[in-house]
């Protein structure tokens, strides 16, 4: 069993900055892919962006590259997510998600444990 818990989402202005972190308890950390997925009201959950336990390959939603970076430190068990030129469509509640293996993945459906949640809220 894997606990996760999301925290330093906020409100922020357009072209703003908020740094994500997820901390993880429960297994060993670096066994697992970690991702970040949003929601915003009326849409479906759509996938931000992963980093692989080993490697440490990223991958990105074309929507945020170049604007955000994932990154994780394995001897604290977190995962981070840094938003930086925030729009209001980057506006959602942004989960952390972790699941076993080697490779990452963009598809929810194959995250075995997700965080609660915290909501990003960019004005313009």
């Known amino acids: 069993q894997v606990q996760l818990v999301e925290s330093g989402g906020g409100l922020v202005q357009t072209g703003g900055s908020l740094r994500l972190s997820c901390a993880a308890s429960?297994?060993?950390?670096?066994?697992?892919?970690m991702a970040w997925f949003r929601q915003a009201p009326g849409k479906e959950r759509e996938f931000v962006a992963a980093?692989?336990?080993?490697?440490?390959?990223?991958t990105y939603a074309d929507s945020v590259k170049g604007r955000f970076t994932i990154s994780r430190d394995n001897a604290k068990s977190t995962v981070y997510l840094r938003m930086n030129s925030l729009k209001p469509d980057d506006t959602a509640i942004y989960y952390c998600?972790?699941?076993?293996?080697?490779?990452?993945?963009?598809?929810?459906?194959?995250?075995?444990?997700w965080g609660q949640g915290t909501q990003v809220t960019v004005s313009s």
């Open positions: 429960g297994r060993t950390f670096s066994n697992y892919v």
């Open positions: 998600a972790a699941k076993p293996g080697y490779s990452g993945s963009s598809s929810y459906i194959q995250y075995n444990y």
């Open positions: 980093i692989t336990g080993n490697a440490f390959i990223t």
